[in-house]
C-alpha cells in the first residue's frame, strides 16, 4: 500500500521580486524529497482549498508585510488576530486569513495550520530576490524541515 502524505505544505507566490519567497521556501522542503510532506505551489491562497482532502497538517509559506524588517520571519498558527493585520503578497485577489476562514467553515481546514511569512520589498516584474529575502527563505525552510523531522540529504552533510 502506497504512503499517503497527511502533511502538505504550499508556496504561495508568482514570479516577481521577492514575492518568489514562499515558493522558494516549498521547493528548498521539497527539494529533501520526504515521502511523508507533500509540497505545492500556488499562485494565490484560494488554490489551497481544493488540496485539503485527507490532510491532518498544513504549512502555508508566503511573502508579507508590516511587521518586521525585510527578510525576517514570522509564524503564527491558525486562528490567529495577527494574521489580518499583515499585508500578504500583492498578486492575492482574496486573502489568506478569508480563505483560511472559508475553508474552516467548509469543513476542510485540517486541525494543525501553521502560517511562515518572509517580509518583502519589491515585486516588480522581472526582478530576482532581494538577498536578505533569499537569507530568510532558508532560514525558514530549515525550520520547518527540522520541525517536521525531515532529514538533511547526504549532499548536505558538511564534513569537517
Do not use: N, Y
Amino acid at each position: 500500500m502506497k504512503h499517503q502524505s497527511r502533511i502538505l505544505v504550499i508556496g504561495i507566490g508568482s514570479p516577481h521580486g521577492d514575492d518568489q519567497v514562499g515558493w522558494e521556501i516549498a521547493k528548498q522542503i521539497q527539494d529533501r524529497g520526504s515521502e511523508f510532506v507533500d509540497v505545492r505551489l500556488a499562485r494565490t491562497p484560494d488554490d489551497l482549498i481544493d488540496w485539503l482532502e485527507g490532510i491532518k497538517q498544513l504549512v502555508i509559506c508566503d511573502a508579507c508585510q508590516g511587521a518586521g524588517d525585510v527578510g525576517t520571519h514570522h509564524h503564527w498558527e491558525w486562528p490567529s488576530d495577527q494574521l489580518e493585520t499583515m499585508t500578504w503578497s500583492g498578486t492575492h485577489h482574496v486573502s489568506l486569513p478569508t480563505v483560511l476562514a472559508l475553508a474552516e467553515q467548509l469543513g476542510r481546514l485540517p486541525t494543525l495550520v501553521q502560517i511562515w511569512g518572509v517580509e518583502i520589498e519589491q515585486t516588480q516584474p522581472g526582478d530576482s530576490m532581494s538577498d536578505p529575502v533569499k537569507a530568510g527563505a532558508i532560514l525558514v525552510a530549515e525550520t520547518i524541515c527540522q520541525e517536521l523531522s525531515i532529514p538533511i540529504k547526504k549532499s548536505e552533510i558538511q564534513h569537517a
